[in-house]
């Protein structure tokens, strides 16, 4: 390719965990039910008033933090004003670059494709969502639930060279405010909306210099990660093309929107159509000294993140780096890999059976690990029992299996079967002798050097007791009465 | 400086969705002028851009940010009592989009 | 024998001594309405079903009063004196109408204002001009204009009033009576509709200084509602009425006072000079220093256009939550943007949509600087002004506007070039949240005039104790307007 390409992300997320709304003492929590979530300043009545939510400003903070960006010395909101029906108030309260908002100036490395990059963040800001509507064929509908949750708007630099760079960030980013706990970050729920704009240039030319770039193609409104992977493609290609006709040059700056249907960009406006949102700071809101003591007390309480636990799986716990990746890949995993480990489990067996049994059948259930039957006390106490000798391996398996189908206890489910291990030497010794007798042929083999048919004889005993002989007690035994014949 | 003009009025009213009769049309731009007239004596003033610009009645003022406790959320009949247009439990407007 | 007439101390005696009940006061209170609303026009809507509460030992219980129409009241229209919410029933109270319910105070009619506060004349509110009860040929002035005349006018002891500019203390001067709003902030302004936010303040119109600071210690209070509000519970304005101000430091500033200022000075202008001078006299007898002090002739010149540019700005802002598709009648239209706009244009009167038009005007990108941000930057030179004379004085004394009220006849609500500061400078106590209070200080012709009082901020006591002991060294206390000529 003769070009390079610069993509910049606007990156929407709203923050799920905080208990209410960000302006509002509403939940914030989706419902099923429209308009059940709504205090009066969520439907702009007359007279009513925005107050700040102190725990979305603290998780605002904490991913300011985590991005590398300054916080600002006070706290300031502003009015985006503009008209539309989904918006109450005729305003958005939200943050421009100035006065500062929560962050300013960062950056972040990520991951793609194993090399590691970094991407210049130009700021980040404190919002609030618009209600969400319905459309039906001669009207729209209302619902007021969205309007006041709050959201976290996070602008990179155009650092980004191809979709998959600024998909693997949004990965990052995604993972990050999950492991913050700042959101679930899931765009099946619609908390994650992308703006994205992309232009591109000759490939000689030196990137750092502004003068170098092309012309700015903005997309707005795109709501999956795939979405935005086959948007920059779609338009990236398009550009190219306006390139190789000799028709780029007259192509002006402009917003243009993803559509899904037919996978193609469409012309929104150009810049002469940009709208003035006549921004003013927030009258309602005093300004608010952010104190060094809060910010610090805010540091502190970073979680760890998915790269951090992972490096402590692989030192503290012995885990393989491969194994480690696949923990942390969803932070409900990795949660559920500590808490069983929280319950006394060995560290490699709870991942083992995580990442060879657990998430494999979990897969073809269609289901997430949250929505697991089986939790992590019940596979501490799977873990545990094998490693007692209370079952064996192979019988754990047919537990697991159960419990996870069920949710019923691996204790109930072995003693329900009559489950147990036959770990008595006397025992065994009975069997081994009952299948040494059963087979003389086999042990003349062995005596004339096939020692391993000794296996075999093993195998013997394991089927006559249905698995539930202790194997290396069972070959242990088998060794010595062999000798005896 | 681009002066306000009548066109510019009408474009400004028009934004803001509400319309205007000629003689309010010349009422803002008479009105207008003295604004800007004053405007021009205030840019006179020394070292004016070094103002912060005052947003608040009181600067000095220290607050704290609300507790993350909810409240509940209002009645359907409060919220739709003087809503000329609604369905079931939704605000009803023309169709946004297309 | 009527009770409306009286302070509410005297009212409340009567109350408890039983010469008269809650009911029969509020029937008196209603009688008066529908007489001064046959006169003056200066109700929206009278509560003919509004009965008695208990009288306890709350001096405002038992005892009507008016609310401007412009706060919000549960289950009773709530209109801001515009067709935009002419049948608008809010279902919830303003905190402040709250702190008075829960003192056991009875609202007997909703007041008159000019449209949502946009107005200095009583004649732009959807239910038509409210004259003046003292001579029914001029304005109360406003935009608090139908408090002011019912109050004036013996209907009951107080009335609640907003003032964005002089909203309060302008009318209370033009109908003869005492007009507060305490230190921004004090009263919560949850439920109060917003002009201009950074401005409005929530006040009280009265005839005598002991009766405004009842009515207030009985509606501030901070509000979780208002992130403005403050805690003001070591503040007790009726306490601290002792009239001892010996040795208190008072200015007044020449470029407003002095005649000279004036080269086409009419009579009327003279005698009010001329009378305020009397009452300079007056506080000197009463053992406080007076002088004249110089401000910065531009800035205060600069005044009326700061105003102007800041709460239009504010106001087209805090309005577009008018788009009657939640509340409000529903004009018709084939899409959103059409109903909207067909609403606001039925809806709002000539005067606000002109304001809309300049704010929106002064707030567009780059137009911002020049005049929405210089307007804010005169405003904190204005009050640092003011703020100087605070160090050495206790507070600023004026007289209020040019004269007593104006003829309707005439009148326009426009900035005019040659408007003096005279009529404009108590916006000042609005752009530094100051408490600032008028009181009667005589006649011309037969119509009372005002003077004003303003103080530091939360200096709310030693700023309503200068003007009780002024109002006690006058002829004024208590006066209800004669006969409606």
Not at chain 1, 164 to 174: G, I, N, P, S, T
Not at chain 2, 53 to 66: G, I, N, S, W
Not at chain 3, 311 to 338: H, Q, V, Y
Request: charged share 25%; net charge negative; proline share 4%.
């Amino acid at each position: 390719m003769n070009y390079k390409v610069l993509i910049g992300l606007e990156m929407h997320c709203e923050i799920s965990k905080t208990k209410t709304k960000v302006f509002s003492s509403a939940r914030n929590s989706f419902s099923e039910t429209p308009n059940c979530n709504v205090r009066p300043v969520d439907m702009a009545f007359p007279g009513t008033l925005p107050v700040v939510n102190k725990e979305a400003v603290k998780m605002a903070l904490m991913a300011s933090m985590i991005l590398g960006c300054s916080q600002p010395e006070y706290l300031y909101f502003e009015r985006k004003n503009y008209y539309y029906p989904d918006l109450p108030k005729g305003f958005q309260i939200t943050q421009e670059t100035k006065p500062a908002p929560v962050g300013s100036y960062g950056m972040l490395t990520y991951e793609c494709k194993g090399e590691k990059k970094t991407v210049r963040i130009n700021n980040l800001h404190l919002e609030e969502d618009a209600a969400s509507s319905d459309h039906y064929p001669s009207c729209s509908r209302i619902n007021y639930n969205r309007a006041g949750v709050p959201l976290l708007e996070l602008v990179t630099e155009p650092d980004f060279h191809s979709a998959d760079e600024a998909v693997a960030f949004l990965e990052e980013m995604r993972s990050i405010y999950q492991y913050a706990g700042i959101s679930e970050a899931d765009s099946k729920k619609g908390q994650v909306r992308c703006d994205v704009n992309v232009s591109i240039m000759d490939k000689n030319l030196d990137e750092s210099d502004p003068a170098n770039w092309g012309t700015k193609v903005e997309i707005k409104n795109v709501n999956s990660f795939s979405g935005v992977r086959d948007a920059i493609n779609y338009e990236i290609q398009r550009q190219i093309d306006l390139k190789e006709d000799g028709k780029y040059d007259e192509m002006p700056q402009q917003t243009r929107r993803w559509d899904e249907e037919s996978a193609s960009t469409i012309f929104m406006r150009g810049k002469v159509d940009a709208i003035d949102y006549k921004y003013f700071v927030e009258p309602n809101i005093p300004k608010f000294k952010i104190s060094k003591e809060w910010l610090e007390e805010i540091r502190k309480s970073i979680p760890m993140l998915a790269h951090e636990r992972k490096d402590m799986y692989m030192k503290n716990y012995g885990i393989s780096e491969y194994d480690a990746t696949i923990l942390v890949k969803e932070k409900p995993v990795a949660d559920f890999f500590e808490d069983t480990i929280k319950l006394g489990a060995n560290p490699k067996s709870a991942s083992n059976w995580i990442t060879t049994n657990l998430l494999g059948s979990l897969n073809k259930m269609e289901i997430t690990i949250e929505e697991s039957k089986l939790t992590p006390s019940h596979l501490a106490l799977l873990i545990k029992m094998v490693e007692n000798g209370e079952i064996s391996s192979q019988q754990a398996k047919g537990v697991f299996t159960e419990s996870l189908e069920t949710g019923k206890s691996p204790k109930d489910i072995a003693s329900e079967k009559g489950l147990k291990q036959i770990t008595n030497e006397g025992e065994i010794t009975k069997i081994v002798n009952e299948v040494l007798d059963e087979n003389p042929d086999i042990i003349e083999q062995y005596k004339n050097g096939k020692v391993a048919m000794v296996n075999y004889l093993v195998g013997q005993v394991m089927k006559k007791t249905h698995g539930t002989a202790n194997p290396s007690l069972a070959r242990d035994v088998m060794a010595k009465e062999i000798e005896k014949r | 400086m681009q002066k306000f003009t009548k066109e510019m009025v009408d474009d400004y009213a028009d934004k803001l969705l509400i319309g205007l009769t000629e003689e309010e049309n010349k009422m803002v731009l008479d009105e207008f002028g003295v604004i800007d007239a004053t405007i021009d004596m205030i840019n006179e003033l020394p070292d004016i851009e070094k103002v912060e610009p005052m947003t608040h009645a009181l600067d000095d003022f220290e607050y704290v940010l609300r507790e993350d406790e909810p409240e509940e959320s209002v009645p359907i009949e409060d919220l739709l009592a003087n809503c000329d247009d609604h369905t079931d439990r939704e605000v009803q407007v023309p169709r946004m989009v297309g | 024998m009527s009770y409306m007439d009286k302070s509410i101390e005297e009212i409340h005696e009567a109350l408890k001594k039983g010469l008269v009940t809650s009911d029969e006061l509020v029937k008196e209170s209603l009688e008066k309405s529908h007489l001064v609303q046959e006169k003056c026009n200066a109700f929206v809507t009278i509560l003919d079903d509004a009965k008695g509460t208990e009288v306890t030992d709350s001096l405002l219980s038992g005892i009507p009063y008016g609310v401007k129409d412009n706060y919000s009241t549960k289950g009773v229209l709530s209109t801001g004196s515009s067709n935009t919410l002419k049948d608008y029933v809010p279902f919830f109270s303003a905190t402040a109408i709250d702190n008075l319910s829960k003192a056991g105070a009875v609202m007997v009619n909703k007041t008159v204002l000019d449209e949502f506060g946009m107005g200095g004349t009583g004649t732009t509110g959807h239910t038509g001009i409210v004259t003046n009860p003292w001579d029914k040929t001029r304005m109360c002035a406003g935009s608090s204009a139908g408090s002011a005349a019912a109050v004036a006018a013996g209907v009951y002891p107080y009335a609640t009033g907003s003032d964005t500019g002089d909203s309060i203390r302008k009318p209370a001067a033009y109908c003869g009576i005492v007009g507060y709003k305490p230190t921004y902030g004090m009263i919560s302004r949850y439920g109060l509709f917003p002009f201009a936010s950074s401005l409005d303040h929530c006040g009280v119109l009265t005839r005598s200084v002991r009766d405004a600071a009842i009515v207030t210690d009985a509606m501030k209070g901070i509000d979780k509602n208002d992130m403005t509000s403050w805690n003001s519970k070591d503040v007790h304005l009726l306490e601290a009425l002792d009239g001892n101000v010996k040795g208190k430091k008072l200015c007044y500033v020449k470029e407003i006072c002095d005649i000279n200022n004036y080269p086409n000075a009419s009579d009327e202008l003279k005698r009010h000079l001329e009378n305020f001078m009397k009452t300079i006299d007056i506080c000197k007898s009463l053992g406080m220093e007076v002088d004249e002090v110089s401000v910065d002739e531009t800035l205060l010149k600069a005044s009326p256009a700061t105003y102007v540019v800041i709460s239009c700005a504010e106001a087209t802002s805090n309005m577009s939550n008018l788009t009657g598709f939640i509340f409000g009648p529903r004009a018709s239209g084939d899409k959103w943007d059409e109903e909207m706009k067909n609403y606001r244009t039925k809806g709002f009167s000539p005067l606000i949509k002109r304001r809309f038009v300049i704010g929106s005007y002064v707030l567009q990108a780059q137009n911002k600087n020049r005049y929405f941000h210089n307007a804010q930057r005169v405003r904190r030179l204005l009050v640092d002004e003011w703020k100087k004379l605070f160090e050495k004085y206790d507070a600023v004394i004026l007289p209020v506007g040019s004269g007593p009220a104006k003829k309707l006849e005439g009148s326009k609500d426009a900035l005019d070039k040659n408007t003096a500061i005279l009529e404009d400078h108590l916006q000042i106590g609005n752009f530094g949240g100051f408490p600032s209070i008028t009181i009667p200080n005589g006649f011309i012709d037969g119509l009372p005039v005002g003077v004003n009082i303003t103080g530091n901020c939360y200096e709310d006591e030693k700023t309503l104790n200068i003007a009780y002991a002024l109002e006690g060294a006058m002829d004024y206390k208590g006066q209800v307007c004669k006969e409606v000529q």
